[in-house]
């Protein structure tokens, strides 16, 4: 399901844009909300999901569908910028009743998505708390978890051995371990062909030992562990270790598989590829822990299940994403892994999953479960573009970190301020 689910990767880096380009786009394509379609009896229900890169996730989704017998539901694919044409449509009556989408702190306070807290009474503990936290506000659930991506440092193990280096466990170790592997033929390291801003997101705060935001709702960076963390990142790309320019980004493991690259920093949805590729010949890390007080860090995230707020039927859309996404354990296993290569959101159901048993992809799950994190709800997409922006400088141009970072902190202190209004 490789789109923009995980927590640092987004399909817009600006998911609200301008309210009159988006009614324009719900305008054009949501008029005709093919309400009425389906296989059930009841009210009809229109679930949006946007358009999945994997083969057979269509069809599973429909199928999930036609199963459900206390309500006509009716799955509409959106092609394009999903996150866009959903934001738009909560603006308008033409606003689906269940779509798939990581429901933001805007929408939560302006009262576009519902409450679903009550559909996860006795479950709530079973759903992986990281996946979970982004979608709760004020302790209430607006989303429901649908499964966890992930992302990872692949290497190859023949690479590093022939070159003599370790499995890098620290920040610098893989900064030198990048150099060492880079030959005229094969780079180090890929963190995609912008170098690593736009992919990476909060994960080196994280490796620091830091926030974005802390738990409170502070400014989680106002550190200058912060600075030296991020100063470091400029050193694969004066050190010449960086692919850049690849014929795919970050997000595709053909760079890798093809070994255009040592090490590729992408997500777990690419495992099954390249374990058909490669074999047993590579490993997987968390994005290597920095400094005294630094950890490794992972990030996850995943779209979830919401329900609009002013839907017509709102408490048959409930009924209907509590059935598929909390008590249709079959399905929800069925999505994680049959049509692409994810971690069930569902504690229980990951432990269960005997293709996360081992190997590489049990060592992605020990990884999520013992350092995974999803940035928080209240780094708001204003706050995370100016942090990114400044990381393409520090990371491209080598631009100081300290004084780069100063206005993204008074940024996010200012956003933090607007939500708190």
């Known amino acids: 399901m490789r789109q923009s689910r995980s927590s640092t990767t987004h399909v817009s880096r600006r998911r609200l844009l301008s309210v009159s380009g988006a009614l324009a786009l719900t305008a054009a394509c949501g008029s005709n909300t093919g309400r009425g379609g389906g296989a059930g009896g009841g009210p009809a229900l229109d679930h949006w999901y946007h ?46 009743d269940v779509f798939e989408g990581r429901p933001t702190l805007d929408q939560i306070r302006g009262g576009q998505v519902a409450d679903l807290t009550g559909l996860l009474t006795g479950v709530r503990d079973d759903f992986h708390p990281a996946v979970l936290a982004p979608k709760t506000y004020q302790g209430k659930v607006y989303g429901i978890p649908q499964v966890i991506d992930t992302q990872a440092l692949h290497y190859r193990k023949s690479l590093l051995d022939k070159a ?52 409170d709702g502070e400014v989680g960076f106002d550190d200058p562990l912060a600075a030296r963390t991020l100063g470091k990142l400029h050193r694969f790309h004066a050190d010449g ?38 074999g047993d010949d590579f490993g997987v890390l968390p994005f290597p822990e920095d400094g005294p007080q630094g950890r490794p860090s992972v990030p996850v995230g995943a779209y979830g ?41 569902r504690l229980s159901l990951a432990k269960k999953a005997a293709a996360l048993a081992e190997g590489p992809a049990a060592d992605a799950v020990r990884f999520t479960t013992d350092y995974g994190y999803a940035e928080p709800l209240l780094w708001t ?41």
């Open 164 to 215: 003599g280096v370790r499995p890098p466990r620290t920040l610098d170790e893989l900064i030198d371990a990048a150099k060492a592997l880079t030959t005229k033929h094969v780079k180090g390291l890929f963190l995609g062909n912008d170098g690593g801003a736009g992919v990476l997101g909060a994960t080196p705060l994280r490796a620091a030992g830091l926030e974005p935001v802390t738990s």
């Open 305 to 345: 299940a919401a329900v609009h707020a002013h839907s017509r039927h709102i408490d048959a859309a409930k009924d209907y994403v509590k059935w598929l996404w909390v008590e249709r354990t079959d399905y929800q296993q069925d999505f994680a892994l049959s049509y692409g290569f994810h971690i069930p959101a």
């Open 381 to 421: 997409d204003r706050s995370l573009t100016a942090f990114q922006d400044a990381l393409s400088r520090i990371i491209v141009d080598g631009a100081d970190p300290a004084a780069q970072l100063r206005p993204v902190i008074a940024t996010t202190r200012a956003e933090l301020k607007r939500v708190r209004s």
């Open 241 to 278: 270790s960086l692919l850049l320019g690849a014929p795919t980004d970050w997000s595709d493991p053909s760079a890798f598989v093809q070994g255009l690259t040592a090490m590729q920093w992408t997500g777990l949805w690419a495992l099954p590829r390249i374990q058909q590729a490669l």
């Open 51 to 96: 358009q999945y890169g994997e083969a057979g996730t269509e069809q599973a989704v429909r199928r999930y569908a036609s199963a459900y017998r206390r309500a006509r539901v009716n799955v509409q694919w959106r092609p394009g910028n999903y996150d866009q044409q959903t934001a738009a449509a909560l603006l308008t009556k033409s606003a689906p």
